[in-house]
């Protein structure tokens, strides 16, 4: 019976939940792994480059417009938002699949920018369902919860990429059906794990962060374990049975964390009746504040629509409409259009780069799995470090964003230069980089304009991605691309229709206009910096320490006073000089 009770009090607690994030998370990164399968796209259905890029860029249009996403989960609880998303990941894969292996006739290029799209915004609800849910679950530890599980969906890459090999050899075709059916099965399995949650009677959510710390250090493992393996694999052959053994030690690792979730619902087992209760009193005077607001006249209609636009003070709960016309999210947009957009377009042309500059097959297999582990570890670093300086030193997460930038402007001029053998180190740089600006800018948006429309917010501040994508990728980097093949003539002398394109000049002129591009993105956000300075130095996260008694604040009958606990709370945000009373 114990172990029944213990069993139902890991399924039913906070931390499994959390591991359940990492799970649907670690297989939700399928938009990353376009290098590996683009090509068997551009084979198998005769594509030329710059077709190539305009599905690459609906595919990031797909993975980070999640604006239906957002605005479902604001509407219904987030296992609905988790089975969307599973649906519409395995049509979409699936499709493409049956396309490419010729099961379905060759479908025309808009089809496939629609299946390509469809797939990818399945990412956008897996992200939606848990991770905004995860955040909402732990305010204090938001960058924390951000770095950890965006560094699971950056490891996804790496994991895909052993697993296939694992169950299907080396046959890319079938890598598009393992993103397929894989995610959605792990979602549907684990989908009614995945809620908001009450905070823990007498504490904060995010109080608890040394769990955390267990998960960073066991993320860390599972990815050095994967780096080394890749390593090894670029001097060695592998069998097909070491590659089976390779997948399930990987399988082993991203079981391992439940140890750490059955030791803290171990705890708290034993924890609970050994606390002593909190004494909570509190004042019964009526608030003033809220008297005076009831007896005022109701505002007109143009005050009601100017108040619309007029945003409260940063860190408040911003509506959605406030935050898409601030001053703040403008700039923070288009310095996220100029850096993920740039580190975007490397990664999705990495296949490319490394043909053209003369690297084998392994190695071009070999930057993309560097790139999705340096991708998990920029997201995982970025995360963590910024909450550590923000909570010691006032280092502002804009100022973070601003060094994230310009480090990668190093990775795009190793790529415009093409110096030899310098690919390794490009794309470590920018898998880094490009994971770092995930964390920070979502942290930004939610300490800037507050939890209550996080879904929404959230899934806007990832618009800006395929915009720059976009330009950078489509307008810029497939059709200079594209020209110089035309120049080389290469693809007509082979009697081949795709432009084929070899040497340094295919990607110089893209990546130095990148490089300019992100440079321009890191003064944007310096001017964030500027204009956020005073909000980093004081207590962000004040209001949340203030809530921590509202169970027992609701159970002590702060209603006889016309108000529940929580506009108590909103009272003293609100006006200066009344308190609650509330002594503990």
């Given amino acids: ?219 860390v493992g599972l990815g050095g374990y994967l780096l080394l393996f890749i390593i090894v694999e670029k001097v060695a052959n592998f069998s097909r049975a070491e590659y089976i053994a390779n997948g399930a030690v990987v399988v082993f690792l991203l079981f391992l964390p439940i140890v750490v979730v059955v030791n803290e619902e171990l705890n708290t087992l034993m924890n609970q009746g050994k606390t002593p209760p909190i004494a909570v009193t509190v004042d019964q005077t009526p608030d003033i504040s809220v008297q005076v607001e ?66 084998p097959s392994k190695s071009i297999n070999t930057f993309v799995s560097l790139i999705s582990i340096w991708n998990a570890m920029g997201r995982l670093a970025a995360g963590f470090l910024s909450e550590i300086f923000l909570k010691r030193y006032d280092f502002p997460r804009p100022l973070m964003l601003t060094v994230v930038l310009l480090l990668a402007c190093a990775g795009h001029l190793l790529i415009a230069f093409g110096v030899p053998n310098s690919l390794y180190i490009a794309s470590i740089i920018i898998g880094f980089c490009f994971g770092a600006q995930w964390p920070l800018l979502f942290a930004i948006i939610s300490e800037i304009f507050g939890l209550k429309y996080y879904s929404t917010l959230y899934n806007f501040g990832g618009v800006a991605s395929p915009i720059g994508s976009y330009i950078l990728n489509v307008r810029v980097t497939g059709y200079l691309y594209d020209r110089e093949a035309g120049r080389q003539n290469i693809a007509a002398a082979a009697g081949e229709k795709d432009l084929l394109c070899v040497g340094v000049k295919c990607f110089r002129l893209s990546f130095l206009i990148i490089a300019a591009a992100t440079v321009v993105g890191a003064v944007a956000s310096l001017i964030l910096v500027a204009r956020t300075r005073k909000f980093y130095k004081g207590d962000i996260y004040a209001k949340f320490r203030q809530t921590e008694a509202r169970p027992e604040e609701v159970q002590s009958g702060v209603g006889d006073a016309g108000f529940n606990g929580e506009d108590r709370v909103a009272s003293v945000n609100e006006t200066e000089g009344l308190t609650t009373g509330r002594k503990l």
């Fill in 294 to 359: 009831n007896s005022m006249p109701k505002s007109s209609a143009i005050k009601r629509i100017t108040d619309v636009f007029r945003a409260p003070a940063r860190g408040e709960d911003y509506s959605i409409l406030q935050a898409l016309v601030s001053l703040d999210m403008l700039i923070l947009f288009f310095a996220t259009i100029c850096g993920i957009g740039g580190t975007l377009t490397a990664i999705d042309n990495m296949g490319q780069i490394g043909e053209s500059l003369g690297y």
């Fill in 1 to 219: 019976m114990r172990a029944l009770h213990l069993s139902r009090q890991v399924i039913k607690g906070r931390w499994f939940m959390v591991y359940a994030c990492f799970l649907i998370l670690s297989a939700s990164g399928g938009t990353y792994i376009f290098g590996i399968y683009s090509p068997v796209l551009k084979s198998s259905l005769n594509y030329n480059q710059k077709t190539l890029n305009t599905l690459s860029f609906f595919k990031d249009l797909g993975g980070n417009v999640g604006i239906l996403s957002g605005l479902i989960n604001e509407v219904s609880p987030p296992f609905v938002v988790l089975l969307v998303g599973a649906a519409m990941n395995l049509f979409g894969y699936l499709m493409i699949y049956l396309s490419i292996t010729g099961h379905i006739a060759r479908p025309p290029v808009w089809k496939m920018c629609v299946y390509i799209c469809i797939a990818a915004n399945s990412q956008t609800f897996a992200n939606t369902g848990a991770l905004v849910t995860c955040v909402k679950n732990f305010p204090e530890s938001r960058g924390i919860v951000l770095g950890l599980l965006k560094c699971f969906v950056g490891l996804s890459g790496a994991i895909f990429t052993q697993l296939y090999l694992a169950f299907y050899g080396e046959d890319s075709k079938s890598l598009v059906l393992l993103i397929a059916w894989l995610p959605a099965a792990i979602s549907i399995v684990l989908v009614y794990t995945i809620r908001i949650m009450e905070p823990p009677s007498g504490g904060s959510a995010g109080a608890k962060i040394q769990p955390f710390y267990y998960f960073m250090y066991l993320a």
